[in-house]
């Protein structure tokens, strides 16, 4: 994770013990830092850094002066402020993908004014020992182990394969993948997602990160920089679970997102008038931000017209949608039937 404060003109790099950056960890004045590298990356690094405005991505790969590769991912975040992460790999380094027994299933995320679909939810299944797909909670209660840092990749490349081929045919939607804090921190899932939004010639932000705030928690400097880093890389980034747990406002205020997902149970309690009140003022905060709001896990249709009526924007939910395997995804694209009925 590194963090630029132009102010100062200081480059602070955390870089783990023993790895391969580890002389870059520490404060840097920018003058010192560039002494690391060859000539031209010199030019590369300081150009951007001294120049960036809000939202400009840094994407910039350099030559160590003992010949190794690292690579600069980030954003600014503000005026002269910067994060994002340094990956040490080879150009095209690629994270392993092992046998898997995950696939992703696709829950439609709908637009609650015309209830068509706006993109997908990937939600983890594994192959159970008797052969039955089941849910992440299934598993473990089943004894399995849910390793999520093998899964991610998998998920990433097979929800962003289904994304290619439904834009491909004429839908323009998005894909949401979850990420958990641990895969935030590795440093090469971003070269990887930006290889496969590369690779399979999305546009940027279409594919999306969705992020529990417990998640990033445990780290906010390192999950900020990781967030930067996903941007630069053509992602869009999610907030769920908004209104749970250790919801913070300051997380609204910090995070590059492009969309918060509401805490189910706050949203499923949106006829009852004191948590209309907060899911409104939730709401109307959200998208005075510019961010859009999704209310999830909504099983009753008659809240959803209530959440419509309140200004959310989209809906996931068995009251429209159960999470569907590929096979049966255009199955989302049929209209629906407004009643219920
Ligand atoms: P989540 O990210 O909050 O996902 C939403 C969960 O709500 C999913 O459970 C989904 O199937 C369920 N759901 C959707 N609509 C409704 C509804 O109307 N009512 C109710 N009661 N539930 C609904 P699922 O698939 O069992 O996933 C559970 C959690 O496991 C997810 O919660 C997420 O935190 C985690 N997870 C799932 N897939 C992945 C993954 O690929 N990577 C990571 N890191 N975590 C994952
Ligand atoms: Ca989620
Ligand atoms: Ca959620």
Redesign the pocket.
């Known amino acids: 994770m590194w963090s630029w404060y132009a102010a100062d003109s200081v480059l602070t790099i955390r870089a783990e013990a023993g790895g391969p950056l580890s002389q870059l960890d520490g404060r840097w004045t920018l003058q010192s830092l560039l002494e690391q590298f060859d000539g031209l990356a010199r030019v590369r690094i300081a150009t951007p850094l001294r120049s960036g405005r809000p939202g400009d991505p840094i994407d910039i790969r350099v030559t160590l002066l003992d010949g190794r590769p690292a690579h600069f991912f980030g954003a600014f975040h503000d005026h002269g402020v910067a994060r994002g992460l340094i990956v040490a790999a080879e150009a095209g380094a690629r994270l392993i993908h092992g046998e898997s027994n995950v696939e992703p299933a696709f829950q439609p995320i709908r637009r609650l004014d015309t209830l068509t679909v706006a993109g997908f939810e990937a939600l983890a299944r594994f192959r159970a020992p008797d052969g039955k797909l089941v849910g992440p909670d299934t598993l473990v209660a089943l004894g399995g182990d849910t390793d999520w840092n093998a899964i991610a990749p998998v998920m990433l490349a097979k929800s962003a394969e289904t994304l290619a081929q439904l834009r491909g045919d004429g839908h323009d939607v998005f894909m949401q993948v979850n990420l958990s804090a641990a895969e935030i921190a590795q440093p090469l899932l971003v070269e990887e997602i930006a290889a496969i939004i590369r690779d399979a010639g999305l546009p940027h932000g279409v594919l999306r990160v ?1 992020l ?1 705030e417990q998640a990033a928690m445990r780290d906010f400097e390192g999950a900020l920089g990781a967030l930067a880093a996903f941007r630069a890389a053509g992602a869009g980034i999610v907030l ?2 908004f209104g749970a747990g250790h919801s913070s406002f300051a997380w609204l205020a910090e995070i590059p997102a492009d969309g918060v ?1 509401l ?2 149970k706050l949203c499923r309690m949106v006829r009852q008038p004191r948590a209309c009140r907060i899911v409104t003022a939730l709401t109307g905060l959200i998208r005075g931000l510019g961010m859009t709001v999704t209310a ?2 909504i099983e009753d249709r008659m809240v959803a017209d209530e959440l419509h009526a309140i200004g959310c924007d989209f809906v996931q939910g068995y009251a429209y949608d159960m999470p569907l395997r590929l096979p049966d995804i255009a199955v989302a694209f049929d209209p629906v039937n407004p009643s219920g009925a």
């Open positions: 969705e529990t769920d679970d997902k805490d189910p999830e896990g």
